[in-house]
């Protein structure tokens, strides 16, 4: 069974802040997706990262997968309020059928 | 496009009744998932669907049932509800794997599930 631990699990920091979040598995992913998830809503993709070193950005939110392929980072720079959520990493293998979840880690961003 | 819709978004069941849930797609997405959420468990996976007219189990698969008769559709069954499913349960899909891509997943809002 292939498993992904993140950490922190909890988080919570001032807006204007930087933080990272890991993701890591001592599996080898074909590919690596975050999500992120609000309350009362369902997960939703940010990023995918398919190749061992591959660094990622989509506005403040970079993403790096290892290389090996076996763990992933997201660092956020300047958090704001907005960023509050559940940060959620799923790894997948070709032709699996389905991904492997972490637990998540949740993200308060205080005002 | 709807994407990925759920029905109903809330219930409330007493121990010993069934219910369905549905999930419907309008992507043309080739694989879909059932999956239960709990506090601070994440994600986890009770059946999935890589085609219309099949159906894999996945890690908590105890006590549902599932079945995939149309594309856009998958259906997930609780013949008999216990407490322990009290949960959120969400839906998600995504297109074929086997060309080698990722297993990007579009998931539905959520039933939130109570039983009582």
Same mark, same amino acid.
């Given at each position: 069974t292939q498993l992904l631990e993140q950490s922190p699990q909890f988080l919570s920091i001032q807006e204007g802040e930087n933080l990272t979040v890991y993701c890591n598995s001592s599996s080898v992913f074909s590919s690596l997706q975050w999500y992120r998830q609000e309350p009362g809503e369902g997960p939703v993709l940010l990023v995918t990262v398919v190749t061992g070193g591959e660094v990622k950005k989509l506005k403040r939110l970079t993403f790096q997968f290892g290389d090996a392929r076996k763990d992933s980072s997201l660092h956020i720079t =300047? =958090?704001?309020?907005?960023?509050?959520g559940l940060y959620l990493c799923a790894g997948a293998n070709t032709n699996a059928g389905k991904s492997t979840f972490g637990d998540g880690t949740t993200l308060t961003v205080k005002p | 496009n709807a994407g990925v819709t759920q029905t109903p978004k809330f219930r409330v069941l007493k121990t010993g009744q069934s219910m369905t849930l549905l999930c419907a797609q309008?992507?043309?997405?080739?694989y879909m998932y059932w999956y239960r959420q709990d506090p601070g468990m994440g994600l986890r996976l009770i059946h999935y669907s890589v085609g219309e007219g099949t159906t894999a189990k996945g890690e908590v698969p105890d006590g549902y049932n599932v079945s995939? $008769?149309?594309?856009?559709n998958f259906l997930l069954g609780l013949e008999s509800a216990a407490p322990s499913q009290t949960s959120v349960y969400f839906c998600a899909s995504s297109f074929s794997t $086997?060309? #080698? #891509?990722?297993n990007e997943q579009f998931f539905g809002p959520g039933t939130r599930l109570t039983v009582l």
């Open positions: =300047a =958090a704001q309020p907005g960023d509050t | 309008d992507m043309n997405h080739e995939r $008769l149309k594309k856009q $086997l060309a #080698g #891509g990722p």
